[in-house]
T-cell receptor, first 113, second 117 residues
Framework: QKEVEQDPGPLSVPEGAIVSLNCTYSNSAFQYFMWYRQYSRKGPELLMYTYSSGNKEDGRFTAQVDKSSKYISLFIRDSQPSDSATYLCAMRGVTGGGNKLTFGTGTQLKVEL | GAGVSQSPRYKVAKRGQDVALRCDPISGHVSLFWYQQALGQGPEFLTY????????KSGLPSDRFFAERPEGSVSTLKIQRTQQEDSAVYLC???????????????FGPGTRLTVL
C-alpha cells in the first residue's frame, strides 16, 4: 500500500462548481502538506502548502489538513476551465529524508463550459 | 534563468542504450531533486543534492541510475543500459533552502520524457 492515496479521477465538473480533491496518508511523520497543479506536458507548480493541521485560504483555493484522520483536502470555488489540470497532493516530514516529497497519484480535473 | 530548464525535452532510446538527462536549476538554488513520473502516476523521488553533495539517493531504482552535480549547479541523471520500464518523465526540481527547516518551495522543470523501445 502506498504512503499517500489519491483518487485518480478523472473528475469532470461544470464551470462554477465547487471542487473537492482529497488525499489520505499513512505516515504520521508527515508535517508539511502541499498541493501542486500539473498541466499536460508541464512540470508541477505549487498551489498551496500547509504546516500541520488547519486551514489555509488563497483566493478561490482552500487547503485543509486533518492530521488526526490523516486526511487532506483542496477545495476550488467557482471553478474555471483554466483549472483543468492534474492536481497532486504532496507531503514531507520535518526530520529525516531531507526535503524529498512524497506525492499522491494525482487527480485529473476537467472543468467544462 | 527564469526557471528550471531540462534537456532534452524528449528522448527515444533503444533498449540497452545509455542516456544522459540534464537539469539547469534556478540560479543560486542550493537544493536539487530528481523525480521519476510514470504515466498516470505522481512523481517519485529519486535523489537529492545539496550543492554538489548527493545527500540522498535512496530512490534510485537500480545501479544503472547515476546522478551528479559536480559544481553544485547543473545536474545530470544518467541511465545505463536502458530498459523499457525506465520509460517515464524525469522531473528535476530546485529549491533555495538547504536543510529541512521551513517550507522550501520546490520549483519543477518541464521534465524529460524518456521512451525506451
Amino acid at each position: 500500500q502506498k504512503e499517500v492515496e489519491q483518487d485518480p479521477g478523472p473528475l469532470s465538473v461544470p464551470e462554477g462548481a465547487i471542487v473537492s480533491l482529497n488525499c489520505t496518508y499513512s505516515n504520521s511523520a508527515f508535517q508539511y502538506f502541499m498541493w501542486y497543479r500539473q498541466y499536460s506536458r508541464k512540470g508541477p507548480e505549487l498551489l498551496m502548502y500547509t504546516y500541520s493541521s488547519g486551514n489555509k485560504e488563497d483566493g478561490r483555493f482552500t487547503a485543509q489538513v486533518d492530521k488526526s484522520s490523516k486526511y487532506i483536502s483542496l477545495f476550488i470555488r467557482d471553478s474555471q476551465p483554466s483549472d483543468s489540470a492534474t492536481y497532486l497532493c504532496a507531503m514531507r516530514g520535518v526530520t529525516g529524508g531531507g526535503n524529498k516529497l512524497t506525492f499522491g497519484t494525482g487527480t485529473q480535473l476537467k472543468v467544462e463550459l | 534563468g527564469a526557471g528550471v530548464s531540462q534537456s532534452p525535452r524528449y528522448k527515444v532510446a533503444k533498449r540497452g542504450q545509455d542516456v544522459a538527462l540534464r537539469c539547469d536549476p534556478i540560479s543560486g538554488h542550493v537544493s536539487l531533486f530528481w523525480y521519476q513520473q510514470a504515466l498516470g502516476q505522481g512523481p517519485e523521488f529519486l535523489t537529492y543534492f545539496q550543492n554538489e553533495a548527493q545527500l540522498d539517493k535512496s530512490g534510485l531504482p537500480s545501479d544503472r541510475f547515476f546522478a551528479e552535480r559536480p559544481e553544485g549547479s547543473v545536474s545530470t541523471l544518467k541511465i545505463q543500459r536502458t530498459q523499457q520500464e525506465d520509460s517515464a518523465v524525469y522531473l528535476c526540481a530546485s529549491s533555495h533552502v538547504a536543510g529541512i527547516a521551513g517550507v522550501d518551495t520546490q520549483y519543477f522543470g518541464p521534465g524529460t520524457r524518456l521512451t525506451v523501445l
